[in-house]
């Protein structure tokens, strides 16, 4: 009988280590709360802002996601997004667990963003831009659900990459956080033009004299 070998991925994260039997514990009453490694930090603490940021990214992914999943009947070519915003999701907390945890606290083998996460998102904006026509003036966030909510998203992303840059000036933050955070934003502007183009949605170009002051000129000329 031959003996089994156990083939060990260097690249896996470990399982997560969460045990929610409360949900309140009252121990943030105080305005404080903890960083992974245990450390009680005030809520507006920049590594809190920072991770919390990346939460509120997470929601606004599912929702597009739930958009999206709406659509599928027009097009089989969004299932191609679907999966991309799942797995972006589950990337945003391994980008949570890094920032929510000080450098001298991670493990080897704690969830984090790595240069693949960040070169895949480049392969993809890449591959979907090329499927668009060239830009002439700036979009508005519009046109179809899922397009508005990735606009959404890319808006708080640009937030999160700020807040995380603000982080990296007073304590040790990856690179990859922010190079993962200016590729999703940038990934995010793609795919709301893509999804409009898929499902056959309007794409509303940025007409400056669409504003109130330039049409009121109209009106007066007439």
Same mark, same amino acid.
């Given at each position: 009988?031959?003996?089994?070998?156990?083939?060990?991925?260097?690249?896996?994260?470990?399982?997560?280590?969460?045990?929610?039997?409360?949900?309140?514990?009252?121990?943030?009453?105080?305005?404080?709360?903890?960083?992974?490694?245990?450390?009680?930090?005030?809520?507006?603490?920049?590594?809190?802002?920072?991770?919390?940021?990346?939460?509120?990214?997470?929601?606004?992914?599912?929702?597009?996601?739930?958009?999206?999943?709406?659509?599928?009947?027009?097009?089989? *070519?969004?299932?191609?997004? &679907?999966?991309?915003? %799942?797995? @972006?999701?589950?990337?945003?907390?391994? +980008?949570?667990?890094? #920032? !929510?945890?000080?450098?001298?606290?991670?493990?080897?083998?704690?969830?984090?963003?790595?240069?693949?996460?960040?070169?895949?998102?480049?392969?993809?904006?890449?591959?979907?831009?090329?499927?668009?026509?060239?830009?002439?003036?700036?979009?508005?966030?519009?046109?179809? *659900?899922?397009?508005?909510? &990735?606009?959404?998203? %890319?808006? @708080?992303?640009?937030?999160?990459?700020? +807040?995380?840059?603000? #982080? !990296?000036?007073?304590?040790?933050?990856?690179?990859?956080?922010?190079?993962?955070?200016?590729?999703?934003?940038?990934?995010?502007?793609?795919?709301?033009?893509?999804?409009?183009?898929?499902?056959?949605?309007?794409?509303?170009?940025?007409?400056?004299?669409?504003?109130?002051?330039?049409?009121?000129?109209?009106?007066?000329?007439?």
């Amino acid at each position: 009988m031959g003996a089994s070998i156990e083939v060990v991925d260097e690249n896996k994260f470990d399982d997560p280590r969460v045990a929610l039997n409360r949900i309140y514990t009252k121990r943030g009453d105080t305005g404080e709360t903890s960083l992974a490694g245990g450390q009680r930090v005030a809520k507006d603490d920049a590594r809190i802002e920072a991770y919390g940021t990346v939460d509120e990214i997470n929601a606004f992914v599912g929702m597009a996601y739930v958009s999206c999943e709406q659509e599928t009947g027009k097009d089989p *070519r969004t299932g191609l997004l &679907l999966g991309i915003l %799942r797995r @972006v999701q589950h990337e945003l907390f391994n +980008l949570g667990s890094t #920032l !929510a945890t000080r450098p001298e606290d991670m493990h080897p083998k704690q969830a984090r963003i790595t240069s693949i996460e960040v070169e895949q998102l480049e392969r993809e904006i890449d591959a979907m831009n090329e499927d668009l026509a060239p830009l002439r003036s700036f979009v508005l966030p519009g046109g179809s *659900r899922v397009n508005a909510e &990735l606009h959404c998203a %890319r808006t @708080v992303c640009r937030r999160a990459e700020r +807040l995380v840059v603000a #982080l !990296a000036r007073v304590e040790e933050v990856p690179p990859e956080a922010v190079q993962y955070l200016n590729r999703l934003s940038d990934a995010m502007f793609v795919w709301s033009r893509w999804i409009n183009m898929v499902v056959r949605a309007p794409e509303i170009l940025w007409q400056p004299n669409q504003a109130a002051s330039a049409r009121h000129v109209e009106r007066f000329e007439e």
